[in-house]
């Protein structure tokens, strides 16, 4: 059983839609992760939070917005996406940066993403 | 972050021992070797990972070249449930963050 869970599992919308992707974590972990998984490609890093600050946006669209309230919460704000953005939206958390850099990142099983 | 390179596709028989190797010939000093797998409809999970001595846990072992420019992932006896994609990535003890290539996807045959 995963620790970290994400909400919805699967999600259709049209480009003009707004909808919000959740991800919950009871690890104790201090960081978070979004990932985008496309058909055929490497999973990419888009956002990092560190103690609820972002500390990496890796060139993600605008209309991609992270918002992280707490350590245990992230969400992924969308808005006027692109057939393009149609992929699995991956959550991670782990110990924070520093002594603990190298522990393991937690994934959740995503969010099937699909832009009509 | 240093790259690693690993073959697109492996093959195993079920209950037989399967080794899935990394070359990783630019790593730094600083560099661990980290070394997760995507089950099906799943997200990554992590399986094990070393800096430069040989490591074994309840998953499988990981073998690290003297050079540290390679490494092999051993699962000891395969399952139809190790069938997955496998990514070896090089991690800096600076940053907490995870570079995937394309892995290698583990079929196993009965």
């Known amino acids: 059983e995963t620790g970290v869970t994400q909400t919805p599992r699967h999600l259709v919308m049209g480009m003009t839609n707004k909808k919000s992707l959740k991800c919950e974590q009871h690890?104790?972990?201090?960081?978070m992760y979004w990932y985008k998984q496309s058909a055929k490609k490497p999973l990419e890093l888009m956002f990092v939070?560190?103690?609820?600050?972002?500390?990496e946006n890796n060139s993600v669209p605008s209309r991609f917005s992270p918002e992280c309230p707490n350590s245990s919460h992230l969400f992924l704000h969308l808005h006027t996406l692109q057939p393009e953005d149609s992929a699995l939206y991956l959550c991670?958390?782990?110990?924070?940066?520093?002594?603990?850099?190298?522990?393991?990142?937690?994934f959740g099983d995503g969010t099937r993403l699909s832009i009509l | 972050d240093a790259k690693t390179t690993q073959p697109n596709s492996m093959e195993s028989n079920e209950e037989e021992p399967v080794h899935l190797p990394c070359n990783h010939s630019?790593?730094?000093?600083?560099?661990?070797i980290h070394w997760y797998r995507q089950l099906p409809s799943q997200g990554p999970e992590y399986v094990i990972h070393?800096?430069?001595s040989n490591v074994n846990n309840r998953m499988a072992s990981l073998a690290i070249a003297e050079d540290r420019k390679s490494s092999t992932l051993i699962l000891h006896r395969a399952t139809l449930r190790d069938a997955a994609v496998y990514y070896c990535?090089?991690?800096?003890?600076?940053?907490?963050?995870?570079?995937f290539g394309g892995g290698t996807r583990l079929m196993v045959k009965p």
């Open positions: 991670a958390s782990s110990q924070g940066p520093g002594p603990y850099s190298n522990q393991p990142q937690h």
């Open positions: 690890l104790g972990h201090n960081a």
């Open positions: 939070y560190n103690f609820k600050e972002q500390t």
């Open positions: 630019t790593i730094s000093g600083t560099d661990y």
């Open positions: 070393g800096l430069t």
């Open positions: 990535i090089l991690r800096n003890n600076a940053g907490n963050m995870l570079t």
